[in-house]
Protein backbone atom coordinates (compact mmCIF):
# COMPACT_ATOMS: atom_id res chain seq x y z
CA UNK A 1 0.00 0.00 0.00
CA UNK A 2 1.79 3.46 -0.95
CA UNK A 3 1.08 6.19 1.18
CA UNK A 4 -0.76 9.67 0.37
CA UNK A 5 2.19 12.35 0.91
CA UNK A 6 1.54 14.32 3.72
CA UNK A 7 1.83 18.02 4.46
CA UNK A 8 5.37 17.94 6.56
CA UNK A 9 6.10 20.96 8.73
CA UNK A 10 9.57 19.68 10.35
CA UNK A 11 11.55 22.03 11.38
CA UNK A 12 14.67 20.39 9.53
CA UNK A 13 15.35 17.76 7.93
CA UNK A 14 12.60 20.00 5.75
CA UNK A 15 10.30 18.94 2.85
CA UNK A 16 11.46 18.75 -0.61
CA UNK A 17 9.72 20.27 -3.68
CA UNK A 18 7.75 16.69 -4.72
CA UNK A 19 9.08 17.34 -8.33
CA UNK A 20 12.57 17.09 -7.13
CA UNK A 21 12.21 13.79 -4.94
CA UNK A 22 10.25 12.53 -8.07
CA UNK A 23 13.30 13.30 -10.15
CA UNK A 24 15.51 11.58 -7.97
CA UNK A 25 13.84 8.45 -8.17
CA UNK A 26 13.63 8.48 -12.22
CA UNK A 27 17.35 9.03 -11.39
CA UNK A 28 18.02 6.68 -8.98
CA UNK A 29 19.75 3.51 -10.84
CA UNK A 30 20.55 5.20 -14.11
CA UNK A 31 21.55 9.12 -14.00
CA UNK A 32 21.73 10.13 -17.91
CA UNK A 33 22.41 7.33 -19.25
CA UNK A 34 25.34 6.74 -16.89
CA UNK A 35 24.13 3.37 -16.03
CA UNK A 36 25.09 4.00 -12.38
CA UNK A 37 23.05 6.38 -9.45
CA UNK A 38 24.52 9.23 -8.78
CA UNK A 39 25.21 7.37 -5.03
CA UNK A 40 27.44 5.35 -6.92
CA UNK A 41 30.10 7.64 -8.76
CA UNK A 42 33.30 9.08 -8.07
CA UNK A 43 33.44 12.48 -6.45
CA UNK A 44 36.54 13.31 -8.84
CA UNK A 45 35.27 11.17 -12.24
CA UNK A 46 33.83 13.59 -14.78
CA UNK A 47 29.87 13.08 -13.87
CA UNK A 48 29.82 14.11 -10.75
CA UNK A 49 32.22 17.32 -11.29
CA UNK A 50 30.11 18.52 -13.83
CA UNK A 51 26.55 17.89 -11.41
CA UNK A 52 29.06 19.84 -8.73
CA UNK A 53 29.96 22.37 -11.28
CA UNK A 54 26.52 23.06 -12.44
CA UNK A 55 24.95 22.53 -8.89
CA UNK A 56 27.12 26.06 -7.65
CA UNK A 57 26.31 27.58 -11.23
CA UNK A 58 23.01 27.67 -10.07
CA UNK A 59 23.23 28.76 -7.14
CA UNK A 60 25.53 31.79 -7.74
CA UNK A 61 22.91 33.01 -10.18
CA UNK A 62 20.03 32.10 -7.87
CA UNK A 63 21.87 34.41 -5.34
CA UNK A 64 23.91 36.76 -7.65
CA UNK A 65 26.91 36.07 -5.71
CA UNK A 66 29.53 38.02 -6.78
CA UNK A 67 32.67 36.40 -8.78
CA UNK A 68 34.97 37.86 -5.12
CA UNK A 69 33.33 35.22 -3.38
CA UNK A 70 33.74 31.43 -2.99
CA UNK A 71 30.79 28.87 -2.81
CA UNK A 72 31.93 25.57 -0.83
CA UNK A 73 30.34 22.59 -0.51
CA UNK A 74 31.18 20.81 3.16
CA UNK A 75 30.29 18.69 5.68
CA UNK A 76 29.46 19.26 9.94
CA UNK A 77 26.45 21.32 9.41
CA UNK A 78 25.92 24.61 10.64
CA UNK A 79 27.96 23.54 14.04
CA UNK A 80 31.11 23.11 12.36
CA UNK A 81 30.86 26.60 11.18
CA UNK A 82 30.45 28.32 14.78
CA UNK A 83 33.92 26.39 15.21
CA UNK A 84 35.27 27.16 11.70
CA UNK A 85 34.57 31.07 11.32
CA UNK A 86 36.48 32.02 14.75
CA UNK A 87 39.22 29.98 13.51
CA UNK A 88 39.63 31.20 10.36
CA UNK A 89 38.10 34.71 11.12
CA UNK A 90 39.83 35.95 13.68
CA UNK A 91 42.93 36.63 12.15
CA UNK A 92 44.96 36.94 15.21
CA UNK A 93 42.28 40.27 16.15
CA UNK A 94 41.56 40.10 19.85
CA UNK A 95 37.49 39.58 19.93
CA UNK A 96 34.69 38.84 17.59
CA UNK A 97 30.93 41.02 18.10
CA UNK A 98 27.72 38.33 18.18
CA UNK A 99 24.32 38.80 18.32
CA UNK A 100 21.80 36.99 20.63
CA UNK A 101 19.05 36.19 19.72
CA UNK A 102 17.98 32.93 20.53
CA UNK A 103 19.23 29.09 20.66
CA UNK A 104 20.97 29.03 17.57
CA UNK A 105 22.82 32.20 18.47
CA UNK A 106 23.46 31.18 22.19
CA UNK A 107 25.20 27.69 20.24
CA UNK A 108 27.89 29.89 17.92
CA UNK A 109 28.55 32.28 20.83
CA UNK A 110 29.41 29.06 23.18
CA UNK A 111 31.68 27.86 20.20
CA UNK A 112 33.37 30.99 19.49
CA UNK A 113 34.22 31.50 23.07
CA UNK A 114 36.80 28.64 23.03
CA UNK A 115 38.69 30.63 20.23
CA UNK A 116 38.92 33.76 21.27
CA UNK A 117 37.12 36.80 23.22
CA UNK A 118 33.28 37.82 22.57
CA UNK A 119 31.25 40.95 22.50
CA UNK A 120 27.46 40.15 22.94
CA UNK A 121 26.87 43.52 21.60
CA UNK A 122 22.59 43.08 21.75
CA UNK A 123 20.86 40.51 22.88
CA UNK A 124 17.12 39.68 23.04
CA UNK A 125 16.88 38.20 26.30
CA UNK A 126 15.09 40.62 28.13
CA UNK A 127 12.12 39.41 26.66
CA UNK A 128 12.46 35.63 25.75
CA UNK A 129 13.78 36.16 22.64
CA UNK A 130 10.88 37.34 21.20
CA UNK A 131 12.38 39.93 18.55
CA UNK A 132 15.43 41.39 16.55
CA UNK A 133 17.31 43.58 18.37
CA UNK A 134 17.39 47.12 16.56
CA UNK A 135 21.09 48.04 15.20
CA UNK A 136 21.18 51.21 16.91
CA UNK A 137 21.50 49.16 20.15
CA UNK A 138 23.90 47.10 18.77
CA UNK A 139 27.54 48.17 21.08
CA UNK A 140 29.84 47.26 18.14
CA UNK A 141 33.55 47.62 18.23
CA UNK A 142 35.10 48.53 15.10
CA UNK A 143 38.15 46.91 15.86
CA UNK A 144 36.40 43.44 15.86
CA UNK A 145 37.23 40.39 13.54
CA UNK A 146 33.52 40.46 12.03
CA UNK A 147 29.94 40.85 13.41
CA UNK A 148 27.77 37.29 13.42
CA UNK A 149 24.06 37.18 13.61
CA UNK A 150 21.35 34.65 12.89
CA UNK A 151 19.24 35.30 10.40
CA UNK A 152 16.44 33.72 11.60
CA UNK A 153 16.19 31.40 14.88
CA UNK A 154 14.53 28.11 13.67
CA UNK A 155 13.36 27.13 17.56
CA UNK A 156 11.85 30.95 18.56
CA UNK A 157 10.73 32.04 15.30
CA UNK A 158 12.54 35.46 15.04
CA UNK A 159 13.57 36.73 11.78
CA UNK A 160 15.54 39.78 10.55
CA UNK A 161 13.87 41.10 7.60
CA UNK A 162 16.92 43.64 7.52
CA UNK A 163 20.55 43.28 6.76
CA UNK A 164 22.78 44.69 9.12
CA UNK A 165 25.30 47.48 8.15
CA UNK A 166 28.97 46.67 9.74
CA UNK A 167 30.77 49.15 7.60
CA UNK A 168 34.39 47.62 7.23
CA UNK A 169 33.71 44.89 9.60
CA UNK A 170 33.01 41.47 8.00
CA UNK A 171 29.44 40.61 8.74
CA UNK A 172 28.96 36.74 9.36
CA UNK A 173 25.59 35.16 9.04
CA UNK A 174 23.86 31.96 9.80
CA UNK A 175 21.24 31.42 6.84
CA UNK A 176 20.37 28.17 7.57
CA UNK A 177 16.67 28.47 8.02
CA UNK A 178 15.74 31.10 5.44
CA UNK A 179 18.46 30.80 2.97
CA UNK A 180 16.75 31.50 -0.89
CA UNK A 181 13.28 32.98 0.96
CA UNK A 182 14.18 36.02 -0.10
CA UNK A 183 16.90 37.46 -1.95
CA UNK A 184 19.77 38.88 -0.42
CA UNK A 185 22.68 41.25 -1.11
CA UNK A 186 25.55 38.96 -1.13
CA UNK A 187 28.04 41.81 -1.15
CA UNK A 188 26.69 42.95 1.82
CA UNK A 189 28.59 40.03 3.80
CA UNK A 190 31.84 38.62 4.62
CA UNK A 191 30.39 34.84 4.95
CA UNK A 192 27.33 33.89 4.58
CA UNK A 193 26.55 29.86 5.82
CA UNK A 194 23.94 27.87 6.05
CA UNK A 195 22.81 23.76 6.63
CA UNK A 196 21.06 22.11 4.00
CA UNK A 197 18.16 20.28 5.33
CA UNK A 198 15.59 23.21 5.44
CA UNK A 199 15.73 25.01 2.15
CA UNK A 200 18.55 23.53 -0.28
CA UNK A 201 18.16 19.69 0.55
CA UNK A 202 19.14 16.54 2.82
CA UNK A 203 20.87 16.69 6.02
CA UNK A 204 24.73 16.14 5.47
CA UNK A 205 25.69 19.79 3.33
CA UNK A 206 26.37 22.55 4.57
CA UNK A 207 26.96 25.64 2.03
CA UNK A 208 29.32 28.21 2.47
CA UNK A 209 29.81 31.15 0.59
CA UNK A 210 33.07 33.71 1.79
CA UNK A 211 34.66 36.96 0.46
CA UNK A 212 37.98 35.89 -1.06
CA UNK A 213 39.83 38.49 0.85
CA UNK A 214 38.93 36.55 4.34
CA UNK A 215 40.29 33.40 2.87
CA UNK A 216 43.91 31.87 3.76
CA UNK A 217 44.52 34.78 6.91
CA UNK A 218 44.13 32.30 9.97
CA UNK A 219 46.49 32.52 12.60
CA UNK A 220 48.18 30.26 13.29
CA UNK A 221 47.04 28.04 10.53
CA UNK A 222 44.48 25.72 11.38
CA UNK A 223 44.48 22.47 10.54
CA UNK A 224 43.53 21.02 6.90
CA UNK A 225 39.67 19.91 7.40
CA UNK A 226 38.86 22.97 9.28
CA UNK A 227 40.86 25.93 6.97
CA UNK A 228 38.99 27.36 3.80
CA UNK A 229 41.94 27.76 2.74
CA UNK A 230 42.14 24.67 2.19
CA UNK A 231 38.40 23.69 0.71
CA UNK A 232 38.72 26.41 -1.47
CA UNK A 233 41.92 25.46 -3.43
CA UNK A 234 40.60 21.91 -3.56
CA UNK A 235 37.48 23.46 -4.53
CA UNK A 236 35.03 21.28 -2.17
CA UNK A 237 37.04 17.71 -3.40
CA UNK A 238 39.37 17.95 -0.35
CA UNK A 239 37.98 14.96 1.02
CA UNK A 240 34.95 13.18 -0.77
CA UNK A 241 31.57 15.71 -0.32
CA UNK A 242 28.40 14.87 0.77
CA UNK A 243 28.22 13.93 -2.90
CA UNK A 244 24.12 12.90 -3.14
CA UNK A 245 23.06 16.08 -0.80
CA UNK A 246 24.98 17.98 -3.33
CA UNK A 247 23.05 16.00 -6.56
CA UNK A 248 19.69 17.00 -4.64
CA UNK A 249 20.63 20.68 -3.77
CA UNK A 250 21.03 20.98 -7.59
CA UNK A 251 18.06 19.87 -7.96
CA UNK A 252 16.20 22.13 -6.08
CA UNK A 253 18.18 25.26 -7.40
CA UNK A 254 16.56 23.74 -11.02
CA UNK A 255 12.97 23.68 -9.17
CA UNK A 256 14.03 27.38 -7.62
CA UNK A 257 14.77 28.27 -11.36
CA UNK A 258 11.94 26.78 -12.84
CA UNK A 259 10.08 28.73 -10.12
CA UNK A 260 10.70 32.37 -11.01
CA UNK A 261 14.00 32.21 -8.37
CA UNK A 262 14.07 33.40 -4.55
CA UNK A 263 12.03 36.71 -5.71
CA UNK A 264 8.78 34.32 -6.52
CA UNK A 265 9.89 31.96 -3.29
CA UNK A 266 9.56 35.31 -1.46
CA UNK A 267 6.02 36.57 -2.80
CA UNK A 268 5.52 32.99 -2.23
CA UNK A 269 6.62 32.86 1.65
CA UNK A 270 4.69 36.32 2.89
CA UNK A 271 1.45 34.92 1.44
CA UNK A 272 1.84 31.63 3.41
CA UNK A 273 3.09 33.49 6.37
CA UNK A 274 -0.02 36.11 6.23
CA UNK A 275 -2.45 32.99 5.89
CA UNK A 276 -0.83 31.54 9.18
CA UNK A 277 -0.38 35.19 10.93
CA UNK A 278 -3.30 36.41 9.81
CA UNK A 279 -5.36 33.99 11.39
CA UNK A 280 -3.65 34.00 14.71
CA UNK A 281 -4.73 37.70 15.09
CA UNK A 282 -8.09 36.73 15.08
CA UNK A 283 -8.13 34.57 18.17
CA UNK A 284 -7.09 34.03 21.55
CA UNK A 285 -7.40 30.34 21.59
CA UNK A 286 -3.93 30.15 19.85
CA UNK A 287 -0.56 32.56 20.59
CA UNK A 288 2.61 34.02 19.16
CA UNK A 289 4.84 35.43 21.21
CA UNK A 290 6.74 37.10 18.81
CA UNK A 291 7.14 41.17 17.98
CA UNK A 292 5.13 41.27 14.90
CA UNK A 293 7.84 42.90 12.45
CA UNK A 294 10.02 40.16 13.29
CA UNK A 295 8.20 37.00 13.31
CA UNK A 296 9.67 34.59 10.90
CA UNK A 297 8.50 33.64 7.39
CA UNK A 298 9.99 30.16 8.03
CA UNK A 299 9.30 29.15 11.21
CA UNK A 300 5.80 29.82 13.38
CA UNK A 301 5.75 28.59 16.73
CA UNK A 302 2.45 28.79 18.42
CA UNK A 303 0.58 28.35 21.97
CA UNK A 304 -2.84 26.60 22.56
CA UNK A 305 -5.15 28.38 25.10
CA UNK A 306 -4.64 25.24 27.14
CA UNK A 307 -1.46 22.98 27.02
CA UNK A 308 -2.78 20.00 28.15
CA UNK A 309 -5.00 20.46 25.01
CA UNK A 310 -1.20 20.07 23.09
CA UNK A 311 -1.93 16.10 22.50
CA UNK A 312 -5.11 15.67 21.29
CA UNK A 313 -4.07 18.99 18.92
CA UNK A 314 -1.31 16.82 17.10
CA UNK A 315 -3.33 13.38 17.14
CA UNK A 316 -5.95 15.41 15.20
CA UNK A 317 -3.38 17.03 12.50
CA UNK A 318 -1.44 14.04 12.05
CA UNK A 319 -5.14 11.87 11.36
CA UNK A 320 -5.64 15.10 8.48
CA UNK A 321 -2.58 14.52 6.81
CA UNK A 322 -0.53 16.91 9.15
CA UNK A 323 2.85 16.12 10.74
CA UNK A 324 5.53 17.38 12.58
CA UNK A 325 3.74 20.13 14.27
CA UNK A 326 5.43 20.05 18.12
CA UNK A 327 7.31 22.26 19.12
CA UNK A 328 10.71 22.32 20.20
CA UNK A 329 11.18 20.92 23.50
CA UNK A 330 12.94 24.11 25.29
CA UNK A 331 9.41 25.91 24.29
CA UNK A 332 6.80 23.78 23.61
CA UNK A 333 3.69 24.52 21.89
CA UNK A 334 3.49 24.29 18.31
CA UNK A 335 6.07 24.90 15.33
CA UNK A 336 4.58 25.52 11.81
CA UNK A 337 7.79 25.26 9.37
CA UNK A 338 6.61 26.15 6.25
CA UNK A 339 9.96 26.59 3.84
CA UNK A 340 9.96 26.93 0.22
CA UNK A 341 8.64 23.38 -0.56
CA UNK A 342 5.49 24.05 1.36
CA UNK A 343 2.92 24.57 -0.68
CA UNK A 344 0.30 26.94 -0.16
CA UNK A 345 -2.18 24.60 0.43
CA UNK A 346 -0.24 23.06 3.04
CA UNK A 347 -1.11 26.63 5.20
CA UNK A 348 -4.60 26.64 4.09
CA UNK A 349 -4.98 23.12 5.31
CA UNK A 350 -3.50 24.12 8.75
CA UNK A 351 -5.18 26.96 9.19
CA UNK A 352 -8.57 25.35 8.70
CA UNK A 353 -8.05 22.68 10.85
CA UNK A 354 -6.90 25.01 13.67
CA UNK A 355 -10.06 27.31 13.35
CA UNK A 356 -11.93 23.71 13.71
CA UNK A 357 -10.06 23.10 16.48
CA UNK A 358 -10.64 26.03 18.29
CA UNK A 359 -14.24 26.13 17.45
CA UNK A 360 -14.61 22.77 18.87
CA UNK A 361 -12.84 23.08 22.10
CA UNK A 362 -12.83 27.04 22.77
Known amino acids: MIMARIFNFSAGPAALPEAVLQQAADEMLDWHGSGTSVMEMSHRGKEFMGIAAQAEADLRELMAIPANYKVLFLQGGASAQFEMIPINLLRGKGAADYVHTGEWAKKAIKAAKAFGNVNVVASAEDKAFTYAPAQASWKLDKNAAYVHYTANETIGGVEFHWTPDTGDVPLVCDMSSNILSKPVDVSKFGLIYAGAQKNIGPAGLTIVIIRDDLVGHAQPTPPAMLDYKTHVDAESMYNTPPTYAIYIAGLVFQWLKKNGGVAAMERQNIAKANLLYDYLATTDFYRNPVRKE ?38 GGMRASIYNAMPVAGVEALVAYMKEFAAQKG
Open 294 to 331: DRSRMNVPFTLKDAALDEEFLKGAKSRGMAQLKGHRSV
